[in-house]
């Protein structure tokens, strides 16, 4: 279930430069969009992106945060493509969690880790969450093009979004879902992100 829920929400993200990354669709409010990182649109204002149907579309650029490395891409029509639902609540460690993303030039790949942890105030989980806030730190490899895909839980909840891989390690750090609906709450994007609040789901313990 995990993994199919994942991919089809999951996109791919092409830049003019060649270089490929990842992003899922999120229904915020109203509208659908795609969440992708900052860093994978950094420097467009357009990018052709690819359902998991094997459709593609234009994508504009409409908001990238300066806290935190997360951008929101708009596609001119709306999505047609199924949404991924956020979560509220604790992520426990030692969860396993299946990761969505096009690594190493292949497409709408899914895999599983761990929650090994959490990091805070790190050159790296700052540059990724943000001077104050936690990253995820998952025991799962991640490869280029996979930055800005989904992680999520075992009913195909988001609990982040995948950043990129911890130096010297085997390790990979994400962005938590409560702190990608707190950014969005912030500033321009506030009524989106109140939309982020009434799709969160609360987690069960089972």
Same mark, same amino acid.
């Given at each position: ?31 659908? &969009?795609?969440?992708?990182?900052? /860093? ?113 839980? /075992? ?10 891989? &911890? ?40």
């Amino acid at each position: 279930m995990a993994h199919d829920r994942c991919v089809r929400a999951l996109v791919r993200i092409d830049r003019t430069d060649g270089n490929v990354g990842s992003g899922w669709i999120a229904e915020l409010g109203p509208n659908k &969009y795609v969440v992708t990182n900052a /860093h994978v649109v950094e420097g467009e204002s357009a990018l052709w992106i690819e359902f998991s149907d094997g459709t593609g579309r234009v994508a504009n650029v409409v908001y990238v945060s300066s806290r935190i490395d997360l951008a929101l891409l708009e596609v001119p029509g709306g999505i047609a493509a199924p949404s991924l639902p956020f979560v509220t609540g604790g992520v426990v460690r030692g969860e396993r969690v299946v990761i969505g993303g096009n690594p190493g030039g292949l497409t709408f790949i899914t895999s599983e880790g761990v929650v090994a942890g959490t990091v805070t105030g790190t050159p790296l989980s700052m540059m990724a969450c943000g001077r104050t806030s936690e990253c995820l730190v998952l025991d799962a490899e991640a490869e280029p093009g996979s930055s800005g895909g989904p992680v999520v839980d /075992h009913q195909g909840r988001v609990i982040g979004m995948l950043w990129g891989v &911890y130096n010297g390690a085997s390790f990979s750090i994400a962005i938590p879902a409560e702190t990608l609906a707190a950014e969005l709450l912030a500033g321009e994007r506030a009524v989106m992100a109140r939309a982020i609040r009434g799709a969160m789901e609360p987690r069960s313990t089972d």
